[in-house]
């Protein structure tokens, strides 16, 4: 029997098909923007794996592609940042190959996941790797290329990384060459933006911070006028406040969505929301929710253009120094052993829950599954590096990029300028001493805001973070973190607090019983999101009047 090759594209993801490939999204290869249809066509041509990552590397977008290359070999290919799932599944003689891990599973049957993956998904809220909560079905992970060579009896695979996100300091790099690079780097990633959106309206979730408003600032910069900003959540909430400032003051079109613990119960009992939460998590992750109400209804408003294409603000802080003042000692030089590089992983994300009295059953081998993604951690300059390239392929790929399902959800396009690779390249060659604290790039957002507005240079760097209520957690936080009297304070009040008063009142969907039950204080909707999708809990739908069933 000759292996055979099944594939199935998702409906609410456009995948193009054409003679020997399937491919979705758009990338640049230089300044040539390419369609779906164009890389199809290319890889077809080609001979050979090693040509086809040459191509892969070569790309500058966001895409997924399977083909046929003229060798007879079927190649699968996941862009830098995984932003379009690939899965696949050996099943006897077949190979089983979509973006849709639940038509794979179909196929071949549901399986329980191992004790392990199921522990990383409900703590990391995803599971790494190339595994899935079914151990039959695998995931390409971001930057990562598969071959199947199909000339025998049996399908053999053979997966490689094209690309990891790593460091090569150049510390001979001056402050104003750093203050000119940077500036043309961020010109040149949203002129690509603007040669996608070709005048379509450019859609941007406007927070109060700094990386949403920078996508604002670039676009009013380069007079791109087809720009809609919205935001969401209770009405007053500090965000909501700043993203309306923010946009009045570059004169962008705003809307605001208003949430409450009432509306969330209502949204979560409509049946596209319920359809939602299995695309976007996909067997892989916990579904990124925030945004989906608000699409939702801005769509049912008419407030969309059909054709409008989504750009969040995710995620130039990362890459720009978040994390220098969060785990300031490994960018002071401290080197780190496997093992207590693999713990500081479970220290910054394995968070949703309390796993104190499961630490000693689950922690070795969560390290293992750790440091066997990572492969030797001397490949990477140092361990800051290293903590930034398991971040991207982690956490930023499987559950941030992945906020775009929602967008695909409704059948709007979206593009990422602060993952293009440009960018990349530009942050993975800055010295640390730029990026400490973020205040280089802290300070770029406040002058160009300044320049365009005429603000003070208090108001320009004025997010959220500086309201009281913040400032106070912030205080609380770090007496807690010292004294055990004030950390017990500090989430006993939260406990008290949150369900009604959450910014985006999130808790609305979870029975306040079962809150009641489960909520310490450390928790997010995240965490009683993951319990639900594998099956721990039940946050139950009913069927309010006056919602619709569909987006």
Partial sequence: MHPRVHSNWHRLRPWAAGDGYAVCGSAFDGDTLLTADDIGRRLAAIDDLGAARQLAENLNGFFGAVARLRDGTLVAIADRVRSVPVHYALHGAELLV?????????????????????????????????????PGIKQLTAGEIAGFDLAGEEITARTTRYYRYTHSYNEELTEAEFAEQHDSMLLSIFRRLITVADGRTIVIPLSGGYDSRLAAIMLKRLGYDAVLCFTYGQPGNPEAVLSREVAGRLGLDWAMVPYSNKQWRRWWSVPALQEYLRFAGNLSQVPHIQDWPAVYELTRDGRLPRDSIFV????????????????P??????????????????????INWDWTRERVELEAGLCDRILSR????????DSASAFESQFTDGKCSKYLVNAVR????????WWLPFWDVELLDFWATTPVRFRLGKKHY????????????????????????????YRVKGCLLGWASRLQWAQRLYFC??????????????????????FNRLYTGRETIVSFLAL???????????RPRGVSGQG
């Avoid at 969040?312 to 785990?327: C, F, Q």
């Avoid at 000692?329 to 910054?348: H, K, N, P, T, W």
């Avoid at 929602?406 to 396009?413: H, K, L, N, R």
């Avoid at 939260?494 to 019983?513: Q, S, T």
């Fill in 493 to 514: 009040l939260k406990r008290r607090w949150i369900y009604a008063n959450h910014p985006l009142a999130f808790y609305g969907m979870v029975p306040r019983e079962l």
């Fill in 312 to 327: 969040p603000g995710m995620s130039p802080d990362l890459a720009a120094g978040a994390w220098t003042t969060h785990i």
């Fill in 442 to 469: 802290n300070d770029y957002v406040a002058r160009q805001y300044m320049k365009l507005t005429g603000v003070s240079e208090s108001r320009a760097h004025r997010t959220e973070q500086q309201w009281l209520p």
């Fill in 374 to 381: 990572m492969g030797p951690l001397g490949q990477w300059p």
């Fill in 329 to 350: 000692e490994i960018y002071a030089g401290r080197q780190l052993s496997d093992v207590g590089f693999a713990r500081l992983i479970l220290q910054e994300h394995f």
């Fill in 532 to 542: 639900h999708m594998l099956g721990h809990i039940e946050l139950p739908v009913d």
């Fill in 406 to 413: 929602c967008y695909e959800s409704f059948g709007y396009d």
């Fill in 98 to 134: 979509s973006d849709d891990a639940q038509w794979i599973e179909s196929q071949i049957g549901a399986a329980p996941p191992g004790r392990l993956v199921e522990a990383e998904y409900r703590l990391a809220a995803f599971v790494g790797g190339q595994d899935t909560l079914n």
